[in-house]
């Protein structure tokens, strides 16, 4: 709410503009911005100036914009709808503020205030849709800033979504007047239509919207299967942050941090699903069970795994879960813990001439007798990623160098990838098993193996080798791996 006796001094309002002429006058910058601005309007630019600089010429050529290319005369600005004074010069601003307004036509004279019959604001265009900011010249910088966070915020789909709004608003006049039609609205704008527009499924959404409209049903649950990232708060994707913002229920798996989880709606369920050592937690089954219950009950959920959910998540098993039961899922990917990591370390996960594969592995397939697959990979030159590798490092390394590859193999290992407390090692295949020892590493660890490791910064990172000998047991240490 307001402060009880602030009052604003412009109000703003929505000008119709559709095929009326706008003035500008100008020919250097400040009338390039506004005849960008306006150019996201169907208004009818007209431009006055005999001295537009080169931008300006291109930017009327591009758009058809009326180049009126004279001195500026009071007679250019007749019939229109909106003047911009943007020359530049203070007295030639002011006489054509002094023209327009003796001609009736509201007027806005670019850092002169005081000639301003009107503010433009900072605009977010999701057409039909616009959110203009406004600050009546007290902060463009901060209308700047209110306008990039609200920007973030809405989905670039907003703009679809609307004009399928518009064309079912003769439809929706049809349902009884109240819930009816208010719970029509919000599982449009919130439930299956929206969801399909967002995928770009026009068709789709036309669809389910006519089914809301038939079907006294209450909404459908949804689930959203969403990569959190590996750690850092702003490696979330912007679809995440929507969904999170959008959830009734959040379940979430223990190695993603509270920090990523509070950003949800405020009102929304948490329920953490644990697979953290010591813990109780709930069994895979368990968790598909859940979000069955949680889809049926009419939900929206939001899934959150670290990393990408299709890495190493189990995500398959719940994608089967809800397909087979019928309920509604999206995946939404993350940034993975091996792209945090190379990035941690500038490690060029491909490097030209030295490795153009990539593989993502556990340690956790080398028991058997043979080799995986992803072993010959390595040895033919494939950049390798472990995930929960720690526990079997030394299996990895025995194995590998058994199989053929160099002991003396570049190896880079991050704890904690993405976060401020995050540690880095680096070393060589024969250096690798000294991992399992340490009781010093508590956070999640990725371990990347490869010629292309070569090309890190080991700048920031501590040699692995030092702790070869080191026979603490470890207590904590594989407590976070899933
Ligand atoms: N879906 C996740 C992986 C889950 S498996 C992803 O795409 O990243 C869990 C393993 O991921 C951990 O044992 C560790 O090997 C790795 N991991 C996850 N977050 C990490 C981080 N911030 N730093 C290093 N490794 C991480």
């Given at each position: ?24 006058v ?30 300006l ?26 003047v ?102 919000s599982?449009f ?29 209450p ?53 953490p ?16 069970a ?18 990408d ?14 397909r ?12 993975t ?134 026979g ?11």
């Open positions: 709410m307001p402060q009880a006796n602030a009052k604003l001094n412009a109000f703003p309002v929505f000008m119709r503009v559709e095929g009326e002429a706008v003035a500008i100008g020919g250097g910058e400040e009338a390039l911005a506004k005849a960008r601005l306006l150019d996201q309007s169907s208004a009818v630019l007209r431009i006055i100036t005999n001295a537009a600089e080169a931008e010429l291109s930017f009327i050529a591009a758009t058809g914009a009326v180049h009126i290319d004279a001195a500026y005369e009071a007679a250019h600005l007749e019939g229109a709808t909106l911009f004074a943007a020359s530049g010069e203070e007295a030639l601003d002011r006489r054509v503020a002094a023209d327009a307004r003796r001609l009736g036509i509201p007027v806005n004279a670019v850092d002169r205030p005081e000639l301003c019959d009107f503010f433009t604001p900072a605009l977010v265009n999701r057409a039909p849709v616009a959110i203009a900011i406004g600050t009546e010249g007290a902060g463009p910088v901060l209308a700047q800033i209110l306008r990039s966070r609200i920007d973030r915020m809405l989905s670039p789909s907003l703009g679809a979504l609307a004009t399928l709004a518009a064309s079912f608003r003769g439809a929706a006049e049809r349902l009884p007047k109240g819930n009816g039609r208010r719970r029509f609205w599982d704008f919130a439930g299956a239509p929206a969801r399909a527009v967002e995928a770009g499924e026009l068709s789709q959404a036309h669809d389910a919207a006519v089914d809301l409209l038939v079907s006294n049903a909404a459908a649950g949804h689930i959203a299967l969403v990569g959190a990232g590996p750690g850092a708060e702003d490696l979330l994707t912007l679809r995440a942050h929507r969904l999170l913002m959008e959830a009734d229920v959040i379940v979430y798996d223990a190695l993603v941090p509270e920090a990523i989880v509070a950003m949800g709606r405020r009102d929304a369920e948490r329920l699903v644990g697979k953290r050592k010591g813990c109780h937690s709930k069994s895979q089954a368990e968790i598909n859940l979000l069955v219950e949680l889809g049926h009950a009419g939900k929206r959920v939001v899934r959150l795994k670290s990393g959910p299709l890495v190493f998540g189990r995500a398959g098993e719940e994608i089967a879960a809800l087979d039961a019928g309920i509604a899922y999206e995946v939404v990917p993350g940034v813990a091996a792209f945090a990591a190379a990035a941690d370390f500038e490690l060029p996960l491909t490097l030209r001439g030295v490795s153009s594969s990539m593989v993502f592995t556990t340690g956790h397939d080398l028991k058997g007798n043979s080799l995986p697959d992803w072993a010959k990979l390595a040895i033919s030159g494939a950049t390798v990623a472990v995930y929960m590798g720690r526990s079997v490092a030394a299996e990895v390394a025995g194995r590998l160098i058994e199989a053929g590859l160099s002991p003396d193999t570049a190896v880079a290992v991050v704890e904690n990838a993405s976060l401020g407390n995050r540690r880095r090692f680096h070393g060589t295949l024969a250096d690798l098993p000294s991992l399992e020892a340490r009781a010093d590493l508590t956070g999640p660890v990725m371990t990347i193996i490869g010629d292309a490791v070569a090309g890190a910064n080991f700048e920031r990172s501590e040699p692995l080798a030092a702790h070869r000998h080191e603490v047991a470890s207590t904590a240490a594989d407590g976070v791996e899933q």
